[in-house]
């Protein structure tokens, strides 16, 4: 055979599915359904059975091209799709373009309080797919966070709902979609009937204060795998009386607070839930520690790698992987301690769980940040002097 008159449909069927498969979903389905080729086909609908449909990020949505989406491809490969990537602003008619029967994955972006309000009811034409078939669902918030007392209407109208809508869910995570941050989830009352939940396994969010935290791992969810949670603040707002059992279904916990936390509220309240996770196996820690006082010893100067072992890890016998930025902010009036990078950096020496720095900073006359963390630095936020040794 001339090599000229080689087509693509002359090629095997497994080089043929290794080329498809590194293209773009959207494109292929724009570009070769239709073409009347059983064939062709056949490995179309192997592509779309096993993965997913982004609307989004992967391939611009020209008025076009989503008008041939929705008048002649989805109706004909909507029962093979398991996830759609959807903008809130095309989600009706993408979804209005077939039954998804086998639709189980839902990522929006764009997601405003007004789009919970009219789809996730009962009287929308999605609600047997929400409320029965979605099991993992991924929300790009881009309401913006005002206050409290809003978040707290916000958690009712918006978060509690959810929760109570999408009956099958497994998997929640609320993501910012820019940088400001989302109204974050508030519970007041640690006795309230929302947010319990016997199917889900993983959650992600931005809550107003450490005590919600706490709330949400009182035995609420009595099946969570895995929690990420992003804290406004750390520190002591309400007396509360949560359950402090061990929580031995949690596997992967990641804690966040870009604020600065007190020393002390950070022994009283970080450290002891720490010490209840007794079967995690994966760590994430972004933590800013201040300490107060006129008189610091050299124990206590910084959170270091001692410290971490013998008040954390030693607890979690079975962790694999830790990943964290912890500085340590000082200004003791009455401390002449001035410690080298490598005098912290022994601290870590036999860290288990892979590469370690740490860099000392010293400003005025007794002013000290002491800044550690796991290698390669993985976080989109850091601080002054450190940014220039994590480029």
């Not at 090599?3 to 570009?31: A, F, G, M, R, V």
């Not at 602003?89 to 086998?102: F, K, Q, V």
């Not at 929006?108 to 993992?136: A, C, M, S, V």
């Amino acid at each position: 055979m001339n090599q000229s008159d080689i087509h693509l449909l002359d090629l095997p069927n497994e080089i043929l599915l290794t080329i498809l498969k590194k293209l773009d979903n959207i494109d292929i389905l724009y570009s070769l359904c239709g073409i009347n080729n059983e064939r062709l086909d056949i490995l179309i609908q192997n592509i779309v059975s096993n993965n997913i449909l982004d609307f989004v990020i992967t391939s611009p949505m020209t008025d076009v091209k989503l008008d041939r989406f929705c008048s002649y491809i989805l109706p004909r490969s909507h029962h093979y799709i398991k996830k759609l990537i959807l903008d809130t602003t095309s989600m009706e008619r993408i979804l209005l373009a077939g039954d998804y029967p086998n639709l189980t994955s839902l990522e929006l972006f764009n997601f405003e309080q007004k789009i919970g309000f009219h789809y996730f009811i009962d009287d929308t034409p999605f609600r047997h797919i929400f409320k029965h078939q979605i099991t993992d669902l991924i929300l790009h918030n881009n309401d913006e966070y005002d206050n409290a007392i809003l978040s707290n209407i916000y958690t009712k109208d918006v978060y509690a709902y959810i929760m109570v809508f999408f009956q099958s869910l497994k998997i929640l995570k609320i993501i910012a979609s820019s940088e400001y941050d989302y109204p974050p989830l508030v519970i007041w009352n640690h006795q309230s009937t929302t947010w319990f939940s016997s199917t889900l396994t993983v959650l992600c969010i931005t809550v107003f204060g450490f005590d919600h935290c706490l709330f949400l791992l009182d035995g609420r969810l009595k099946q969570l795998t895995t929690f990420k949670v992003q804290v406004h603040a750390i520190s002591r707002s309400m007396l509360i009386d949560c359950n402090k059992e061990d929580l031995i279904n949690l596997k992967c916990f990641s804690l966040t607070n870009y604020n600065y936390t007190y020393e002390y509220e950070y022994d009283d309240l970080v450290v002891p839930l720490l010490r209840r996770m007794t079967y995690l196996e994966k760590l994430t820690l972004y933590l800013r520690i201040k300490k107060v006082g006129r008189f610091v010893s050299g124990a206590s100067l910084s959170i270091d790698g001692a410290h971490l072992h013998n008040e954390i890890l030693v607890h979690m016998p079975q962790l694999h992987t830790f990943k964290f930025y912890i500085s340590t902010e000082t200004n003791a009036i009455y401390s002449n301690l001035r410690f080298s990078n490598d005098d912290i950096q022994q601290t870590f020496i036999n860290m288990k769980y892979g590469q370690t720095a740490c860099i000392m900073d010293y400003y005025g006359a007794c002013g000290t940040i002491c800044h550690v963390y796991s290698l390669p630095f993985t976080f989109t936020q850091n601080y002054d002097s450190l940014s220039i040794y994590c480029i």
